[in-house]
């Protein structure tokens, strides 16, 4: 199958931003490019937010003639072994109390970075405001909404310019990390009848110990991208009995990103979502 083609067939990419993180789409606009090309499975995957799935779902719900269908997710700010990670979860419940009640607690973390990445920046002279920030941000604040504050501001030409000469070392010296314990995550997830796969491996510091720790915590799935494939990910998987999940990251429109860009064909998902069910003991709380 030619995956750069506009017209894709039963498959489902399951790690899509809307605005409500750090994307440039609305749910409408990618429920709408979603059925264009085709696409039979999408999960809205937002940073700690669930605005973006819950709107699109209820679109989704009240659409007689679409045959698309929502799979629920979220992208959670985490870490292992010390180090910062993006658990991917999916089939949750997403009106479960504990996992809401978390996903404030990263969304108010989020904010607590944010005022000290503004104070920082006012003493290096730069005029900033928690307005001017939360202007570009409709769900989730992170650090590509400040990046944007200080492009509009005339700070910096480019997102990349911002992280090189303010974001990174703001960062690095931030004391209270917003990210949340794989352990616990995957363990909230679990009530909450739904599992967890590790997004974007190729970015994790000793990917092997981490796999593990997060393994025997009870992680189910691995992404896997094409571009980017790990070292040896056929033998990880098989060895700590993981799952391929697969989504394109869709951010925003360019010439190397777009819906449906990475997937999985509807047999595979048929296959992460049975497996799912099994490690549940049944107990998932979306059906297929």
Partial sequence: MNRNSSIILNIADLHIHTFFSDGDLSPEEIIEESISRNISYISITDHDNLTGYKKANSIINKSRNSNLKIVPGIELSSSVNNSNIHLLAYFFDPNDKDLNSIIKTLQLRRNDFAKFAIKKLNEEGVNISWGDIVKN???????LH????????????NTNDAFDTYLHKIKSIYKNPFEINAKELIELIRKAGGVCSLAHPHTVNDLEKSINDLYENGL???EIVENKKIKD?????SRFDLTKTAGSDFHRHGKKSYLGKNFLNEQELLNFYNISKNKLNGEISWNM
């Fill in 233 to 237: 990910s056929d033998e990880i998987m």
């Fill in 137 to 143: 941000s409709k769900g989730s604040i992170g650090r």
């Fill in 146 to 157: 400040i990046a944007y504050s200080l492009i509009s501001l005339g700070y910096v030409k």
């Fill in 220 to 222: 189910v799935g691995i």
